[in-house]
């Protein structure tokens, strides 16, 4: 694979390709973004496969999500430079408020509210629950503040709160 094989680039591909179309869609709601970014990270991992070094079990995957993900946040830096965390807050829940019991809501239907937040919010949400960076961390990799990441993914949470109460009370 090292050296360009199409044969093991095509099996790496039929192997991931879903796997890592899905973790592109956490960061990317339009279907020819995610397209589109997931056939530049591919790109760049035949090109960089010199660079992987295998590390155990897993370790391949953890790679490939790595180049998906740092690639959908380059996308999300260049397409929304002005609008990422310039976002209007939204219906925000109250503190006291408990959260929405997930309860009959498939993962289908939660990644599909989790698309649809404002591309700052998801970012974030994305960050920090999927990929267990810290605000901190997020700060770093977004160049912004560290309160400014606590704040987009509070506002995340409420807004996302929102969405499945008001889809729970339209299903009852």
């Known amino acids: ?11 790496l591909y039929c192997t991931y390709a879903g796997y890592l179309t899905g973790v592109c869609a956490r ?8 397209k589109d970014v997931l056939h530049d990270s591919f790109l760049h991992i035949f ?9 155990g079990s897993g ?5 490939l999500t790595k180049i998906v993900i740092n690639e959908s946040l380059q996308f999300i830096r260049h397409a929304y430079r002005s609008e990422i965390f ?3 807050l939204e219906a925000e829940a109250a503190e006291d408020e408990e959260p929405p019991q997930l309860v009959g809501i498939s993962m289908e239907i939660l990644h599909k509210l ?3 937040l404002p591309p700052g919010y998801r970012t974030v949400f994305n960050l920090y629950v999927f990929e267990r960076k810290t605000h901190k961390e997020i700060a770093s990799i977004l160049n912004i503040k560290e309160a400014s990441s606590a704040s987009q993914f509070h506002r995340a949470k409420s807004l996302l ?6 889809l729970q009370s339209n299903n009852p």
């Open 1 to 11: 694979m090292k050296d360009g094989d199409s044969s093991a680039q095509k099996a």
């Open 27 to 34: 960061y990317l709601s339009d279907p020819d973004d995610v």
């Open 47 to 55: 090109s960089s496969m010199r660079t992987f070094e295998y590390r």
């Open 59 to 63: 370790s391949l995957k953890a790679w």
């Open 86 to 88: 310039s976002a209007p």
């Open 114 to 116: 989790i698309r649809e």
């Open 161 to 166: 709160a929102a969405k499945i109460k008001n």
